[in-house]
Nanobody, 122 residues
Framework: QLQACGGGLVQAGGSLRLSCASSGRTFSSYGMGWFRQAPGKKREFVTAISWSGGATFYADSVKGRFTVSRDNAKNMVYLQMNSLKPEDTAVYYC?????????????????WGQGTLVTVSS
């Protein structure tokens, strides 16, 4: 089970840090990802991180602004978002994949958090 938090309202150019907590005992064996869904749009890939955290993957739209990390000792994954833009406004979801690392495909992720809303004002 995954639970994301940390969303909120921020001005353009600002920063937010999202957190995702896992209650699973095998968290360290899951590739983790963050996705987002803006109003009226499809859910899209944002970033992913490997089991150990040694490999990370980013959508072009967030590369250089967002940083994903994980702490397997705490069963946590984080998304640091800097230089936020109004187009980053969306509900952000964390997700876990037992068999895939770095995949951008929604269907590869079997476990999803409930989402946390990020609103970036201009």
């Amino acid at each position: 089970q995954l639970q994301a938090c940390g969303g909120g309202l921020v001005q353009a150019g600002g920063s937010l840090r999202l957190s995702c907590a896992s209650s699973g005992r095998t968290f360290s064996s899951y590739g983790m990802g963050w996705f987002r869904q803006a109003p009226g749009k499809k859910r899209e890939f944002v970033t992913a991180i490997s089991w150990s955290g040694g490999a990370t993957f980013y959508a072009d739209s967030v590369k250089g602004r967002f940083t994903v990390s994980r702490d397997n000792a705490k069963n946590m994954v984080y998304l640091q978002m800097n230089s936020l833009k109004p187009e980053d406004t969306a509900v952000y979801y964390c997700a876990g994949s037992r068999f895939r690392v770095g995949t951008q495909l929604l269907d590869d992720y079997a476990y999803w958090g409930q989402g946390t809303l990020v609103t970036v004002s201009s």
